[in-house]
T-cell receptor, first 114, second 118 residues
């Protein structure tokens, strides 16, 4: 049982390049989330999904797109990377949403945009 | 607008001392208050959580104190150890969820970096 895994662990992009971050979970969770973590800013929700084929915007969605074609996978895309997107990205999943449902986090992807 | 305010941003405590991290919120719809612990290079993990029907919850050396009228809650780490050195996030969430909205989401504080000196 691997829990939540993220690929890649590190990536360096040049401004304007695109990339996709992959998140996979093997806990059969319905809900999946993408967060970004910046120093002194805590965890900010980018996009989330309440089930296969669904996505919704979070707190800071601009510049990102997501897809949930399979229940176990949640992809985060950057179409044209900007230096402001330099951050650590965390994927999380939970059995349900709202209070009392623990969110399980992946190990993170450190992205640098030059 | 920050939904959950956390302080201090950083905290240095001597081994064996008590670490205290405070959080405050405004939204009275919040009724679930978890704390997440994050070690360097790792993702956050749930440490302890409380609902407002109790004023305190203790798990080992970790205690959450909750003051519903003041809309504040805090994490106390007793007998702090170097292995407790990590970043701690408080969070809040409403139980009610509206599928397709963000009502069920967790709102995180900005984090406290705790260092426990041996």
């Amino acid at each position: 049982n691997a829990g939540v895994t993220q690929t890649p662990k590190f990536r360096v992009l040049k401004t304007g390049q695109s990339m996709t971050l992959l998140c996979a979970q093997d806990m059969n969770h319905e809900y999946m989330y993408w967060y970004r973590q910046d120093p002194g800013m805590g965890l900010r929700l980018i996009h989330y999904s309440v089930g296969e084929g669904t996505t919704a915007k979070g707190e800071v969605p601009d510049g990102y797109n997501v897809s949930r074609l399979k229940k176990q996978n949640f992809l985060l895309g950057l179409e044209s990377a900007a230096p402001s997107q330099t951050s650590v990205y965390f994927c999380a999943s939970s059995y349900g949403a709202g209070g009392s449902y623990e969110q399980y986090f992946g190990p993170g992807t450190r992205l640098t945009v030059t | 607008q920050q939904q959950v305010k956390q302080s201090p941003q950083s905290l240095i405590v001597q081994k064996g001392g008590i670490s205290i991290i405070n959080c405050a919120y405004e939204n009275t719809a919040f009724d679930y208050f978890p704390w997440y612990q994050q070690f360097p290079g790792k993702g956050p993990a749930l440490l302890i959580a409380i609902r407002p029907d109790v004023s305190e919850k203790k798990e080992g050396r970790f205690t959450i104190s909750f003051n519903k009228s003041a809309k504040q809650f805090s994490l106390h780490i007793m007998d702090s150890q170097p292995g407790d050195s990590a970043t701690y996030f408080c969070a809040a969430s409403p139980t009610f969820i509206d599928r397709g909205s963000t009502l069920g989401r967790l709102y995180f504080g900005r984090g406290t970096q705790l260092t426990v000196w041996p």
